[in-house]
């Protein structure tokens, strides 16, 4: 491996590419490229993610074929129906106006999914529910836990197997639900009520391309997006009842998870009371009375990635005395959220994409070809911009008996913006890709023109049913939280839009002219919510908060993790010295150890705990003083190395973080990637993510 001062001029050994995994790259790309301006959240919508060393399922779906979101009726408690593969799902009815009372009457059905814990709820073992939040803002976290929960039940337990285990072993039910205006939850935030218009005009706005992509993309992105917030405001005016999207803050879903976790507490206390009933003979209950339920005293567990550590820190600051086990996972700080996750958002994304360029050099030709012959990173970063420079006029040909497409410059952009988000699955497939559009040809090449023309063709069913890759409400739900939550942004003027734009272009050439969009839209965006929380985050809390952050995270830097810690006074901070975005963006025992522990006990990792993961090409060397990635800033008081020797509970852990890893980049519902759509870029980031997995 090539030394860090400068990389020096020291030989690679190159990283052969295993014999067929040329196909599972080329999975890999069309993974990648449908991702693009998708690249902030969702599509994680029809692909079973298996327990760690199983088998995929034969069929697509993981529903029984006789289970239909629809069949649950809403409940003001907890009424649990068998769903998908060993989950159970309801629907809970919840205030729409907690805070002013307004339409009293009206109520939102909030869908969850659970994962029951390993043992019964009765067991001195069993360490309640841990709720989930995918990020977004608009992540269907209903979704998300039916993808991720059983490998996520890998990390959080005490073991495999509670059979192996003592009385002070912890096991936890994992839950998701989909947030107000969001996936099944009812109703559903829209601004176009006709789902094929409304995925007219999503491609119609894509297909403009993204800031910087011509001389005419600013005006026309302007224009567009001012007009949708127009009319969506308009079309919210003429409707007779409440619009839910007035009811969406992060306040709202903060109160709806106490509810959650209040409902879920005493939905157990009845079903012992009722096994007390049955004399003992419900199956699985030993009747001991365990747990006990007390109103107003049950504490929220929950692990929130990217926007989720925003919900969360809103929970723990609206309500510090119910805070149970929070686990705050790519940290965003309050201040850039407030303010259209502003500029703060990306101080560490040249870091980020600076470690895509060092792993190529690192790796050498045979594994990422993009390099060359290159010496030093700057060569290899000269070679992607050329590249890119190349399609700015003359996008990409793809020819198929099927039909035309195109990779145009904003695909591309897109694609490696998403790419930085998830460097293990994402660095190999994207080096391919560069270099064989370099060269005009390629065998990835050849697989993206059908994955293209699926995410540009609607196709109408019987009934006028409508089948397409986009949703029908589209990023409807993230901006009626994003924008609404912030700082209204209403009179912000072109002008003072491209100065930050070109603010935001000077500091990141990966992402300014992405990220920049995101302030465009709640500059457009009209509607104001009925109340969002305008109280300083931060406090003493129950429970100490544990907050977990990257060195390199593209777009929640250390800087947001830091700031966070700082506003809750007992909380926890884990650093993580990898590059991505949320602790499994690299596999990192060492992290998941800590996370584990806390769950388990309670206790807060060391102070100045950073878990660097085992030496690769991957690494950023950060406490280095020869690393490009040097940060003296880390004052290490106590640095933790993964042991490349592990046993069977962390092989079996590192299958599921692998899993986990494919998750989130395969269904891009977390983070902050899904908040610009381009859905050639998603493509290409989930075939990546099939090749890691395999």
């Known amino acids: 491996m090539k030394n860090w001062n400068g990389h020096g001029d020291a030989l690679v050994a190159p990283r052969r590419t295993p014999a067929g995994s040329r196909f599972r790259i080329a999975a890999f790309v069309t993974f990648v490229l449908i991702a693009g301006l998708n690249t902030v959240f969702p599509s994680l919508k029809h692909q079973f993610i298996p ?270 005395d119910r805070v149970g086990r929070l686990v705050l996972d790519g940290v965003v700080n309050d201040y850039d959220y407030n303010h259209s996750l502003g500029n703060g958002s990306l101080i560490d994304n040249e870091k980020a994409m600076e470690s895509f360029y060092s792993y190529c050099l690192l790796s050498g030709y045979e594994t990422c070809p993009l390099g060359g012959n290159a010496t030093t990173t700057a060569e290899i970063k000269s070679n992607t911009e050329r590249i890119l420079k190349s399609l700015y006029h003359n996008p990409f040909i793809l020819s198929s008996a099927e039909g035309p497409e195109v990779v145009t410059y904003s695909d591309i952009k897109i694609t490696i913006f998403s790419s930085i988000y998830q460097p293990q699955i994402s660095f190999e497939s994207l080096g391919h890709l560069l270099r064989q559009i370099e060269a005009g040809s390629g065998d990835l090449i050849d697989l993206l023109s059908r994955p293209f023309r699926v995410a540009h063709t609607l196709s109408c069913g019987i009934n006028g049913t409508v089948h397409s890759t986009i949703s029908d409400t589209g990023d409807v739900p993230t901006f009626a939280i994003l924008c609404a939550d912030g700082v209204d942004q209403q009179d912000v003027s072109i002008d003072d839009f491209v100065e930050y734009w070109h603010l935001l272009q000077g500091m990141s050439s990966a992402a300014g002219d992405v990220w920049a969009l995101l302030k465009m839209k709640c500059a457009a965006w009209k509607i104001r919510a009925s109340y969002k929380f305008d109280g300083e985050l931060g406090g003493n809390t129950s429970h100490p908060i544990l907050f977990v952050s990257n060195t390199a995270d593209p777009v929640t830097p250390l800087r947001s993790g ?133």
């Not at 034969?58 to 060993?86: M, N, V």
């Open 51 to 320: 327990k760690p060393g199983s088998q995929p399922p034969a069929r697509t779906g993981y529903a029984p074929e006789s289970f239909q979101w629809s069949q649950i009726k809403p409940k003001k408690h907890l009424e649990f129906h068998k769903c998908f593969d060993g989950f159970e799902c309801a629907k809970l009815s919840l205030p729409l106006d907690y805070f002013n009372g307004t339409y009293p009457d009206d109520t939102v059905s909030v869908a969850i999914a659970k994962l029951p814990a390993k043992v019964t709820i009765d067991d001195p073992r069993y360490g309640g529910p841990i709720l989930l939040n995918p990020g977004g803002p608009g992540g269907p976290g209903a979704l998300f836990a039916l993808k991720i929960a059983n490998s996520l039940q890998w990390v959080v337990d005490s073991s495999s197997d509670p059979a192996s285990t003592g009385k002070d072993a912890r096991f936890f039910d994992i839950i998701g639900f989909d947030p107000r205006g969001i996936g099944e939850t009812e109703p559903a935030a829209n601004c176009i009520s006709d789902p094929a218009a409304a995925w007219s005009w999503t491609m119609r706005e894509t297909e403009e391309g993204i800031l910087g992509s011509s001389d005419a993309a600013l005006g026309r992105l302007w224009s567009m997006t001012h007009a949708f917030g127009s009319s969506c405001k308009l079309a919210m005016d003429e409707e007779d009842g409440p619009d839910i999207k007035q009811y969406m803050t992060t306040a709202f879903v903060a109160r709806d998870m106490l509810e959650i976790v209040e409902r879920h507490a005493e939905y157990n206390a009845h079903q012992v009371a009722q096994a007390t009933r049955n004399n003992g003979k419900r199956s699985g209950c030993r009747n001991t009375g365990h747990p006990k339920y007390t109103p107003g005293e049950a504490k929220l567990q929950y692990w929130g990635f990217s926007y989720g550590t925003i919900l969360g820190s809103t929970f723990a600051s609206m309500f510090p």
């Open 562 to 694: 830091r700031i966070m810690h700082s506003k809750f006074p007992n909380s926890g901070l884990l650093v993580n010295d990898q590059a991505g975005h949320c602790s499994f963006s690299v596999t990192n025992l060492c992290a998941y150890d800590r996370i584990k522990d806390y769950f388990q006990t309670g206790t807060l990792p060391a102070m100045n705990t950073l878990c660097i993961p085992p030496p690769s090409v991957f690494s950023l060397n950060s406490t280095d003083p020869k690393s490009p990635f040097y940060d003296p800033t880390l004052e290490v008081g106590t640095s933790i190395f993964t042991d490349s020797q592990i046993g069977t509970e962390q092989q079996k852990m590192h299958s599921a973080a692998k899993t986990l890893q494919r998750v989130m980049a395969d269904s891009e519902t977390f983070g902050f990637s899904g908040l610009i759509r381009n859905e050639k870029a998603a493509s290409i980031q989930k075939m990546s993510a099939a090749k890691y997995l395999d």
